[in-house]
């Protein structure tokens, strides 16, 4: 029988970018949260290792003979010294592609530890890790799936116990957002910095909220200049009832709202569905 597990979304509720360097990458800092929903995997032993993939955005990977999760399932074989391992896998795409939300490496992640699991490996969420670094800058971060500082290029973490439940919204308005893009858009302005914040004074919700409007995400006025249609999701999110902080998410596309409970978050996501009917509108709570 295939074991399960959600992929959930990363959110950046800040993230400083500094100029390019030298080993061409951009220094940054964040603190990233975790939603509740996400993209979904399922993963059971098969003669041969394959992937399908299903749900209202499948689309999107179709073509992708080796997307992240395939890559990161070999590597795992690769450092377990067994090879290229059978199981059959299944994703479930549920989020938007090219979004800003850490998707395909959540998917990665996620599929580790599957993959991990369905083998029987001797091998802890540490050693998963190092691999998951292959995969990309944020991979750690997404195989923890935990609230967390991040600097250097992304793949230095303080995980961060204190945040509190955050209420949240999230929206997508149907455009991809070209990660590339967006940073060669931002080295065109040579604005922002890698600068690390205080923590709050507390980490009660109002607090943290408070906190957060003094941050920033220098990667959103680049990205709306490519794609006004998040300039458009930003207004749209930043004017529902209740919405107390509205800011892009990564390189974007999607935008995030914090409110004061989960309820405010429901009745505006509603509210905006209700207008908005090709956007992807998604209730959550970031931890």
């Known amino acids: 029988m295939a ?43 098969a003669e041969r290792l394959s992937l399908a993939v299903v749900g209202p955005f499948a689309a999107a990977l ?15 074989g690769a450092a377990a010294g067994v090879g290229e391992p059978g199981l059959r896998i299944t994703l479930d795409k549920q989020l938007p592609v090219a979004a800003g939300l850490g998707g395909g490496t959540s998917d990665a992640g996620a599929a580790l530890k599957l993959a991990r699991d369905a083998l029987g490996l001797p091998l802890d969420d540490a050693a998963l890790a190092e691999i998951a670094a292959g995969i990309g800058a944020d991979g750690p971060m997404c195989l923890h799936a935990r609230a967390a500082w991040a600097e250097g290029r992304g793949d230095v973490l303080t995980f961060e116990s204190g945040l509190p439940p955050l209420p949240a919204l999230l929206v997508n308005p149907g455009v991809p957002s ?16 890698a600068d690390r914040p205080r923590p709050p004074s507390a980490w009660d919700l109002l607090s943290v909220i408070d906190w957060l409007a003094a941050q920033r995400n220098d990667l959103q006025a680049p990205a709306v200049s490519l794609a006004p249609a998040i300039g458009e999701a930003l207004a749209a999110t930043a004017d529902l009832p209740g919405a107390r902080l509205t800011r892009m998410s990564g390189s974007g596309a999607t935008v995030f709202a914090l409110f004061d409970s989960a309820a405010a978050a429901g009745a505006a996501g509603r509210a905006l569905s209700a207008v908005r009917r090709g956007w992807w509108v998604r209730p959550t709570t970031l931890r």
């Open 3 to 45: 074991a399960a597990r959600l992929a959930p979304a990363k959110v950046n509720l800040f993230l400083h970018v500094g100029p390019l360097e030298a080993d061409g990458y951009h220094p940054l800092a964040s603190l990233a949260a975790f939603a509740d929903v996400g993209d979904r995997l399922a993963v059971e032993p």
């Open 62 to 76: 179709q073509g992708e003979g080796d997307n992240l999760v395939l890559r990161a399932v070999r590597a795992l």
């Open 178 to 193: 070209s990660t590339g893009a967006v940073y060669r858009a931002f080295d065109d302005g040579a604005t922002g910095g």
